[in-house]
């Protein structure tokens, strides 16, 4: 799906945070007595998460538009004063609190987390389990109305019929000018009532009539590609990033708990429960 062109300008409010201004480096525009250089360019696009930077950088122009939009925006709206405004106030407020608070996360909890030089390899071998591929079967059908109709062709097939013409010339779904062929599937693609046989079947079985709520179905199992575990190589991304998360969130815990010190918090279970909120 094509990325929708999303405003620069709310880009800029709301995604660049913090970053500092530099009076260094070349002078890229000029307007209303301000100048932006190359070097504040730079750092307000640096500030943004790294999904949104490749899309800034592939449109610098339109960015640095809306940037000329926003210095001229906020003027006219300190001229009306709407910076007094109680609603604007408010969310000034709360985002110069997450501001503070992103910061101190990321003093105390992101920029301690080290991950020791085998620490990954570590975790691989003592959770193998978590990296084994899902087993995966390949299948075709033949689906027809009655159970009558399928056991006939069940019999039929037993008997030396071809299952991939008894599926083009029976079938009542799309797969039949495959010859019902399904590809390779993993659970969770199928109705329970097909996958709950499908699952149990050996290579080359044949099974059926099965009930499902399309109809009835003759499986016969073609192939099946046993779990094996994915190499270190292949996972060491995920294994890292899943090993800063558990530090993260234990960090940010230990964080919490050490300011909150022998404070007591108190909550109202029930009100809490009864509490009516919006969807």
Known sequence: MPMKKISFFILALFLIGCSSKSSGGAV??????VTLTDTEFIQRIEGMPKDVQNFVIRRKKEFLE?????HFLSKEAKK???????E????????HRKILIARLVEKEVDDKIVLGADEAQKYYQSHKEEFMTTLTLRA???LVKTEQEAALIKEAILQGADFED???RNSLDATAIRGGDLGFFQKGRFVPEFEEVVFKMKKGELNGPIKSPFGYHVIRLTDSLEPTLREFRDVKGLVEQRL???KRSRAFRALVEKLKGNVRVDVDEKKLEALKLKS
Not at 66 to 70: F, G, K, T
Not at 88 to 95: D, F, G, I, K, N
Request: proline share 3%; charged share 30%; no cysteine.
């Open 166 to 168: 008894m599926a083009r």
């Open 140 to 142: 075709s059908h033949i």
């Open 244 to 246: 800063v998360s558990e």
């Open 28 to 33: 890229l525009a000029r307007f209303d007595g």
């Open 80 to 86: 009306r004063n709407l910076e007094k405004d109680p």
């Open 88 to 95: 604007v106030q408010a969310l000034l407020e709360s985002a």
């Open 66 to 70: 809306d940037l000329v939009a926003e």
